[in-house]
C-alpha cells in the first residue's frame, strides 16, 4: 500500500485529550488524508472506547512537525481479539506547521496550478529566438480584484539546464501561481471558497481539468527576520481534491484567456452568467479514473 503514497510519517496524535501514535498519510492522487491509528485497549473498556467525526485533531510527528486535521470522519473503529483497537479517520483537509494551527487566521493563500500555464499568457522563458533560451527579467504577472480579495497570477520556474555540472537531459517545468490575498484575515476554509471559484473559472475558460501542485497559507503576523528582509513561515495546506485527467485541448478553443478579462471586469456577474454552460462542462470533465479504495 505504501508504494503508492506520497507521504506517509508516524507521530502521536491528540484524540479528545488522548494521545495515540499512529500513522498520517496523504495519497495525492486521491486528494485522500487519512489518519490511522492503533492502541491498547485497557481493561476499563474491553471493547474499546467509541469515538465519532472530531472537527479538530492535531498531531505532532516524528520530524517534529506539527500537523492539524479538520473535519474529521471516523472511517473505521475496529478492536482486534480485545487487546488492540484501530482507529481510521479521513480528513478534509490539514495544514502543516511549526505550531497548532487551530484558531490561526490567515492573510494570504499561494496555489500552484497544473494546465492552467497557456491561459494565463504569462511565462518566465522568453522564445522570441528560437536558437537561444532565455529567462525574462521583466515582472511577469497580471493583479484583479475579485471576490473581496486581491488575485496576482505569476509564475515558477523549475529549469535544469542553467544547473552545474550540465547534464545532457534537463527538465523544464513552469506553472502558473494565483495568490489570494485579503486585507482582512481569513480562514483556511474562505481561502479554498475563494480558490475553488478561480479554478473553475479557468476550467470552463479552457474546458479542461486544473490539478493542485502545492499550497501555502502565509500569516502575516508569524514572520521573521533575514537582515533585512522579512519572511513569512509557511503553513503548508493539503486538501482533499483528486487529481484529474488532463485531456488534450488547444488553446485556440478556449472560451477566453486572462488576457481578455480586464482589471475592471465584473468577475463575479461574469461567473453567473456562466453557471447555465458550465454545469455541462464540469460533467464532462467529472469523468475519470475511479479514486482509489482503502481498506484497513
Not at 537531459?169 to 480558490?195: G, M, P, Q, W
Not at 475553488?196 to 479557468?202: D, E, F, G
Not at 471586469?265 to 456562466?274: A, C, P, V, Y
Request: charged content about 20%.
Amino acid at each position: 500500500m505504501q508504494d503508492n503514497m506520497d507521504r506517509y510519517f508516524s507521530g502521536v496524535f491528540n484524540i479528545n485529550g488522548e494521545e495515540i501514535a499512529g500513522d498520517l498519510i496523504y495519497n495525492k492522487e486521491s486528494g485522500a488524508t487519512i489518519l490511522n491509528l492503533m492502541k491498547r485497549v485497557i481493561d476499563a473498556f474491553p471493547i474499546g472506547r467509541s469515538y465519532g467525526n472530531l472537527d479538530i485533531i492535531t498531531g505532532v510527528l516524528n520530524s517534529g512537525a506539527i500537523v492539524t486535521l479538520f473535519h474529521n470522519h471516523c472511517a473505521r473503529n475496529h478492536t482486534q481479539a480485545f487487546q488492540t483497537q484501530q482507529l481510521v479517520f479521513v480528513a478534509d483537509y490539514a495544514i502543516w506547521s511549526k505550531g497548532d494551527a487551530t484558531n490561526v487566521k490567515f492573510n494570504k493563500l499561494e496555489c500552484v496550478l497544473e494546465n492552467a500555464l497557456n491561459w494565463s499568457g504569462l511565462s518566465t522563458i522568453d522564445t522570441s529566438d528560437f536558437s537561444t533560451i532565455k529567462i525574462k527579467k521583466i515582472d511577469n504577472k497580471n493583479e484583479y480584484h475579485w471576490f473581496g480579495a486581491k488575485i496576482t497570477f505569476s509564475t515558477s520556474l523549475n529549469c535544469e539546464l542553467f544547473s552545474l555540472p550540465h547534464k545532457e537531459e534537463s527538465k523544464v517545468v513552469e506553472r502558473l501561481i494565483v495568490s489570494i490575498e485579503s486585507d482582512e484575515k481569513l480562514d483556511a476554509l474562505n481561502f479554498i471558497s475563494i480558490r475553488n471559484k478561480i479554478i473553475s473559472l479557468i476550467s470552463f475558460a479552457i474546458k479542461n481539468n486544473v490539478n493542485i501542485d502545492e499550497q501555502v497559507l502565509y500569516d502575516y503576523d508569524d514572520s521573521y527576520q533575514i537582515g533585512p528582509h522579512t519572511e513569512y513561515f509557511k503553513y503548508h495546506l493539503y486538501t482533499s481534491e483528486q487529481r484529474l485527467t488532463i485531456h488534450g485541448s488547444n488553446r485556440l478553443d478556449y472560451n477566453f484567456n486572462l488576457c481578455q478579462l480586464s482589471p475592471e471586469k465584473d468577475i463575479q456577474k461574469e461567473l453567473t452568467l456562466l453557471e447555465p454552460y458550465s454545469t455541462s462542462i464540469y460533467l464532462y470533465l467529472s469523468i475519470r479514473i475511479c479514486p482509489q479504495k482503502w481498506f484497513f
